[in-house]
């Protein structure tokens, strides 16, 4: 959904933040959130490129801005900076934490991960097969907690389902290819 949201914003020769912020104008917890997200991103420097991505799940909305930039044909995911509405915190280095695994959980699944099946079997058996996200990979994540006197939602992992987007949106702006099947690594391979 959100990168078709991204897709309709460049079909209509809108900017996609611009265009997020006009939908989102009757939603203010969502456009709260988002607009904490990009205000805590920094400038982009020259060469990167940046998707956003914004996603409600179990009570609870988090944006989600990723900065990458392009080496020999591959991202390289620099930053990524994310806040959540999850009512009020119980414990914030909780929520913190859970935001940070969850982006770097989002960013392996949306790069890498792929169980595929050979005469009814799964060909990956263990981790040598697998391939997951390298601690020298992960990018700085920055999480930001939107303060709230709402019912608490949840936390789990909500920061994982808009990475994928904010990704794959960072990567049209590198790229000005649509990618749209995960994992979006074994495409950019071929291509």
């Known amino acids: 959904r959100e990168s078709f949201i991204d ?7 809108h900017d996609p933040i611009q265009y997020r912020r006009r939908l989102l104008r009757n939603s203010p917890r969502h456009l709260q959130c988002f ?11 020259a060469g990167q ?9 179990y009570g609870s909305i988090v944006a989600t801005v990723l900065d990458l930039s392009m080496r020999d044909g591959w991202p390289k995911v620099h930053r990524i900076v994310c806040a959540v509405d999850c009512g009020r915190v119980v414990h914030p280095d909780t929520v913190h934490a859970q935001l940070m695994g969850a982006s770097l959980m989002g960013l392996s699944a949306a790069l890498y991960e792929e169980m595929s ?3 009814g079997r799964a060909v990956q058996s263990n ?12 990018p700085q994540v920055d999480s930001y907690i939107v303060p709230s006197e709402e019912d608490p939602g949840g936390i789990g992992e909500v920061a994982l389902p808009p990475l ?18 995960l994992p979006l690594g074994k495409q950019l391979k071929q291509s």
């Open 117 to 119: 099946f050979e005469d």
């Open 49 to 57: 490129h940046r998707g956003v991505a914004l996603f409600k799940s």
């Open 7 to 13: 897709e309709l914003a460049h079909r209509g020769g």
């Open 164 to 181: 994928a987007a904010a990704l794959g949106n960072a990567l049209f702006s590198a790229t000005g290819v649509r990618y749209r099947q």
């Open 35 to 45: 607009e904490l997200a990009l205000a805590k991103s920094p400038p982009l420097p």
């Open 127 to 138: 981790f040598h097969q697998y391939k997951l996200l390298g601690m020298a990979e992960a």
